[in-house]
T-cell receptor, first 113, second 112 residues
Framework: AQSVTQLDSQVPVFEEAPVELRCNYS??????LFWYVQYPNQGLQLLLK????STLVKGINGFEAEFNKSQTSFHLRKPSVHISDTAEYFCAVSDQSNYQLIWGAGTKLIIKP | NAGVTQTPKFQVLKTGQSMTLQCAQD?????MSWYRQDPGMGLRLIHYSVGAGITDQGEVPNGYNVSRSTTEDFPLRLLSAAPSQTSVYFC???????????FGEGSRLTVL
C-alpha cells in the first residue's frame, strides 16, 4: 500500500526567506507525484506535478519540487516567500494505473513579517 | 467557466437528519470524488466514480451514499447524520490519471 508523510505540520518562515516543505512517500510501484495548495476557506488547487522526465519540476507562484527516487521524496521549495503564500500545502501520490490520490496530512506555511 | 460547483456551502443538521450535498462539474470529467477534510487528517476519500452509472467506496464510506446518473452530477447523501460527520466536504473531478484534480469550494457541515 502507498502512503505519504509530510514531516512538518507547520513551517514558520520570515517573509522573503527560502522555504522547503518535505514530503516522503512509500510505494512498491512507480508513482505520479503532486503538490496542492489550499488557501484559507478555499478548495485545493494544483501547484505542480511530476509524471516522468526531469526530476526538477516547476510550478505556479515560483514553487518547484524535486523528485528523488532513491530517497522516495518530493520536497517543495521556494527561494523567497511572500505573505500571499500563507496556506496549507498537501503532497499526494498515485500509482500509474488508477485515479486515486493518497494524501499527506498537510503542512501549514506560516509567513512571519 | 464554473468548474466544480458544490452546494450548500454551509449546513447545520441535527443528529438523525438526512441531507444531500450537491456537486456538479462542467468540464466533462469522467472521474468525480467526494472527500472529507478534518484538522490534522488531510483528505479522506469517501466515494468516487469513474463514469456515469459507476460508483465505488473510498476510505471512509460508512454513513454516506452516492449516485452518478450523469457525467456532470455526483451528489453525496448523508443517510442519518451523526456528530462524527461534522467536517468540511470537498467534491473533486479530473480527467485521466495524470490530470489535475479540480476541487469545489467546499461544504461545511455541522451535526449537532
Amino acid at each position: 500500500a502507498q502512503s505519504v508523510t509530510q514531516l512538518d505540520s507547520q513551517v514558520p518562515v520570515f517573509e522573503e526567506a527560502p522555504v522547503e516543505l518535505r514530503c516522503n512517500y512509500s510505494s512498491s510501484v512507480s508513482v505520479y507525484l503532486f503538490w496542492y495548495v489550499q488557501y484559507p476557506n478555499q478548495g485545493l488547487q494544483l501547484l505542480l506535478k511530476y509524471l516522468s522526465g526531469s526530476t526538477l519540476v516547476k510550478g505556479i507562484n515560483g514553487f518547484e519540487a524535486e523528485f528523488n527516487k532513491s530517497q522516495t521524496s518530493f520536497h517543495l521549495r521556494k527561494p523567497s516567500v511572500h505573505i500571499s503564500d500563507t496556506a496549507e500545502y498537501f503532497c499526494a501520490v498515485s500509482d500509474q494505473s488508477n485515479y486515486q490520490l493518497i494524501w499527506g496530512a498537510g503542512t501549514k506555511l506560516i509567513i512571519k513579517p | 467557466n464554473a468548474g466544480v460547483t458544490q452546494t450548500p456551502k454551509f449546513q447545520v443538521l441535527k443528529t438523525g437528519q438526512s441531507m444531500t450535498l450537491q456537486c456538479a462539474q462542467d468540464m466533462n470529467h469522467e472521474y468525480m470524488s467526494w472527500y472529507r477534510q478534518d484538522p490534522g487528517m488531510g483528505l479522506r476519500l469517501i466515494h468516487y466514480s469513474v463514469g456515469a452509472g459507476i460508483t465505488d467506496q473510498g476510505e471512509v464510506p460508512n454513513g454516506y451514499n452516492v449516485s452518478r446518473s450523469t457525467t456532470e452530477d455526483f451528489p453525496l447523501r448523508l443517510l442519518s447524520a451523526a456528530p462524527s460527520q461534522t467536517s468540511v466536504y470537498f467534491c473533486a473531478s479530473r480527467t485521466g490519471i495524470t490530470g489535475e484534480l479540480f476541487f469545489g469550494e467546499g461544504s461545511r457541515l455541522t451535526v449537532l
